[in-house]
Each structure stands twice: as C-alpha cells, then as structure tokens.
C-alpha cells in the first residue's frame, strides 16, 4: 500500500515540475508574441492562455492553501478586462508568472518563508484570474474577426 502512496506522490512531483517548467516556456512564448511586429494572434493567444490556466489551476491545487475569505475578497475586486486592455492584461499576467517561477521558496526547497510563500500563492491566484479573463476576451476577438 505505501509503495502507491509513494509512487502517487512521486507522479504528482512529476506533474507538478512538468506544469512549473510549462508555465515558463508558455510565458515566454507570449512574450516572443507580444514583442514581434505581427498583429496579435487571438486563436494563439487563446490557447496558450487556456493551457497556462489548467496548469495554474493544478499547481494551486498542490501548493496553495486558500481561505474561503480571501477567495471570496479576490471575487469582489476582480473585472472583466476589455478589449483595449488585452496587451496589458498579458504583460501583466507574464510579470506574475515570473514572480511565482522566481519566488525564494522554490529557490530553497528547504527553507520555509511563510511570507514569500503566501506571494507565491497570491501571484498564482493572479495567474488564474489573468489568463482565465484573458482566454475568454481572445476567443471572443478570435470569433469577431473571424466573421469580418
């Protein structure tokens, strides 16, 4: 019975770094996006989002223990972001991810910073957010322009 145990949490580490290591390459990827000098690609920002959100969402389910109070705070003050405001919500979403993968507490496995892991788990929350309102505002801009 304990070797499943073992090999459960050892999968779920697996999956864990494969998500981590995803996040990254997936931001980077939005960042190469946003700097060339094409127009924006909403079908491909659309997916990129959507794979950065499942990803998030699963890391936050190992790593983030939220307070039903603070989620429902969280709900309150977020918005919809509009359409003018998709460059800045994707920038705004890769600086986040980048404060997460760069947070001292997966620098230091070993060290426990009650502080610096609460960020991490704030700046993950932000992740979701972002690339969820993100996803929905590109795949709606990806079916406008299609009808044009």
Same mark, same amino acid.
């Given at each position: 019975?304990?070797?499943?145990?073992?090999?459960?949490?050892?999968?779920?580490?697996?999956?864990?770094?494969?998500?981590?290591?995803?996040?990254?390459?997936?931001?980077?990827?939005?960042?190469?996006?946003?700097?060339?000098?094409?127009?924006?690609?909403?079908?491909?920002?659309?997916?990129?989002?959507?794979?950065?959100?499942?990803?998030?969402?699963?890391?936050?389910?190992?790593?983030?223990?939220?307070? /039903?109070?603070?989620?429902?705070?969280?709900?309150?003050?977020?918005?919809?972001?509009?359409?003018?405001?998709?460059?800045?919500?994707?920038?705004?979403?890769?600086?986040?991810?980048?404060?997460?993968?760069?947070?001292?507490?997966?620098?230091? /496995?070993?060290?426990?910073?009650?502080?610096?892991?609460?960020?991490?788990?704030?700046?993950?929350?932000?992740?979701?957010?972002?690339?969820?309102?993100?996803?929905?505002?590109?795949?709606?801009?990806?079916?406008?322009?299609?009808?044009?």
């Amino acid at each position: 019975m304990k070797t499943t145990g073992r090999r459960g949490a050892e999968a779920e580490a697996r999956q864990m770094s494969a998500d981590f290591k995803r996040l990254q390459i997936l931001r980077n990827d939005v960042v190469r996006h946003l700097q060339s000098d094409k127009p924006l690609d909403y079908k491909f920002i659309a997916a990129g989002t959507e794979e950065i959100n499942r990803r998030a969402a699963r890391l936050k389910a190992h790593l983030v223990r939220e307070a /039903p109070e603070a989620a429902k705070k969280e709900q309150e003050k977020h918005a919809d972001i509009g359409d003018g405001q998709l460059t800045d919500a994707l920038v705004k979403m890769c600086k986040r991810i980048d404060s997460f993968t760069e947070n001292p507490v997966f620098k230091l /496995p070993d060290v426990v910073d009650v502080k610096e892991s609460g960020k991490a788990g704030r700046d993950l929350l932000d992740v979701i957010r972002l690339s969820g309102d993100v996803n929905k505002l590109a795949e709606r801009l990806s079916k406008t322009t299609q009808r044009k």
